[in-house]
Each structure stands twice: as C-alpha cells, then as structure tokens.
C-alpha cells in the first residue's frame, strides 16, 4: 500500500492548512464504505473524503463529486446528527500510523459545546472510520467488529476506543540507519521486504526504492548484499530520515509509460521502474490522490462492466 505512514504524516498537515475555520455544511455517504464531509469556508467548499474501501483505503481532499444513494445510511444519518455546523479543529496521526484523528468542535442536543472525533483507520482490509464522543467512547462505525469477527479488538458502539495492536517495527524518524541496514542485511530473502519488516511508516514502493538505490537492483537478496551495499543503504535511509524530519516531501504520481495507467505514488521520486514509467510530480498530496484513485477507479469499473456483459453473452 503506497498511501504510507510518512504521507498521511504529510497529508496531516495539509488537511490543517486547507480546513482551518472552516465547518461541515454537508454529510453524505456515497458508498457503504466512505464518507464525505463538504466544508464550508473561506478557501470554498472542499470535499473530505474518508474510504474504508478494503482495496482503495484513503484521506484527502477531493475535487471530485459523487452520487448518493436516495436514502442514507444509519451512520450517515448519525453524523449529519453530530456533525452538521461543526467546525473543524485539526487533524492528528499518532506517531507515524496508518491513523487518522480529525477532530471537530460542534453542539449537543442541550446546546453545549463538545468534541466529536473521526478517526480513520488506513489498514487495508480492517480499514474503517470510527466516530467518537469527547470521552473516547465509540458512537459508531462504519464497519461494525464485534467478537465472532475479531477477539483481539472490537469495533461497537459503547465501548472506549483503543488503538489496534502496535507493530514491532521501529518508527522511521527514530531509526538507528546503520542498525536498520546491519539487520536487514543479516536477514533472508528480499532486501526490500526485510526493510518493510523492519521500519514503521514507510510503504513497499518506498522500501523497494531504497533498494533500488542500495543495490542497483529492486529485488535484491539480503544474503547477496555486499558491505559496500549494506553502507549505501544506510546512507540512503540516512537521507531519507532528515528529508522527513525536515518536512521535504515531492508528491509524485508513478505511470505506465506505454498504457498510462497508473503504478504507484509516493512521498518522495520514484526511479526503480526505468524508462518503463513516467513520474509526474504534484503541488500537493491530495491532488494526487484524486488522480491515482479516480484513474484506478475508473479502470476497474470498466474492467467490472466488461466482465459482466461478457458474462451476458456467454449466457446467451
């Protein structure tokens, strides 16, 4: 997954220069899985849109507008209940999770001023969007998880919310990057996928790239690195760190050179694929999200409509 710890982390601040002050005029849900919140403010009306999508999982502002559906959802009704009116008050990633906080400051029904909290969960297959009262509790969700579907962590309404298991990887910004390449190469199989194991916040097209950058080589094996290779990494994970710490980002989106179609996209410039892609940088991350998921998006849905009229033949 190329939407990473690293960008969100980017994302983050973006979201809070462009939202701040502005509040939510309206509440829809396209899709099962997604919610839009349309703001209004002094910078127009942005679209927040929040995918629990198990294969397109994503944050961002949308230029793009959706159809929905003529009566909306249980959890559509309960936010548009809570978050009408309320004005946004910042949005938080803890450490460098695939999590999102966005915080709103609104009403209750007595008129008093509270804290709701939208949070994002970016993790594939068990993501999902949570709304939260001021004290933590889940109100509801868009996917609800209770014991039979998982007995590590449920996701019901009444019950405070906790974080998903952490990882045992070391965060990106706290990483010692001679011990990360001394581990790596000490490790089997790929260079790139020990990498991943190893580092929070960082993405496999990210690990790759620093393999490639190492090695010469994106699939490189941990067993065949040389000692030369093993100090180029550590220079280049070095790089990579104060790049972060700095907050120096280059939004890029990865196509294929002959279809177009697009590959990957990151935080950082993307050389692994040679002349066989074309990299088109972004002023901002949101822009490139748009893109990257409408463009995947829509491949799929004419992928979907051709599967099913072939279907309607081989019928006939």
Do not use: W
Request: with cysteine; glycine share 8%.
């Amino acid at each position: 997954m190329a939407l990473d710890g690293v960008l969100l982390h980017f994302l983050t601040g973006e979201l809070n220069d462009r939202l701040a002050g502005a509040r939510v005029d309206k509440v829809q849900q396209p899709e099962r899985d997604e919610v839009d919140l349309i703001f209004r403010g002094r910078g127009g009306s942005p679209r927040l849109v929040l995918t629990a999508s198990p294969n397109n999982p994503r944050v961002h502002i949308s230029r793009i507008p959706r159809e929905n559906p003529l009566q909306p959802p249980m959890f559509c009704m309960l936010l548009r209940k809570h978050l009408s009116g309320a004005r946004f008050a910042g949005a938080e990633q803890p450490g460098l999770e695939r999590i999102l906080f966005v915080h709103f400051d609104c009403r209750n029904e007595l008129g008093d001023e509270v804290r709701r909290t939208l949070a994002a969960e970016i993790m594939g297959r068990r993501s999902n969007v949570i709304l939260l009262d001021e004290n933590g509790r889940i109100m509801d969700a868009v996917k609800r998880v209770d014991v039979s579907m998982s007995s590590v962590r449920q996701i019901l309404p009444g019950m405070t919310y906790k974080l998903p298991p952490a990882q045992h990887k070391t965060d990106l910004t706290a990483a010692d990057p001679a011990q990360t390449a001394h581990e790596v190469r000490q490790g089997h199989g790929d260079v790139a996928k020990a990498l991943l194991g190893l580092v929070q916040g960082v993405s496999p097209v990210v690990c790759r790239e620093m393999t490639a950058l190492a090695c010469r080589d994106a699939g490189a094996q941990a067993e065949a690195m040389t000692s030369e290779q093993e100090g180029r990494l550590a220079f280049f994970l070095g790089r990579l760190i104060r790049s972060v710490k700095a907050g120096e980002s280059r939004p890029v989106l990865v196509k294929d050179a002959a279809t177009g179609r697009p590959l990957d996209f990151s935080f950082l410039n993307i050389t692994q694929y040679g002349t066989a892609a074309a990299v088109k940088e972004y002023s901002d991350f949101s822009s490139l999200l748009d893109d990257f998921y409408s463009e995947r998006d829509r491949v799929e849905n004419v992928a979907r409509r051709a599967h099913d009229m072939l279907t309607v033949i081989g019928n006939a």
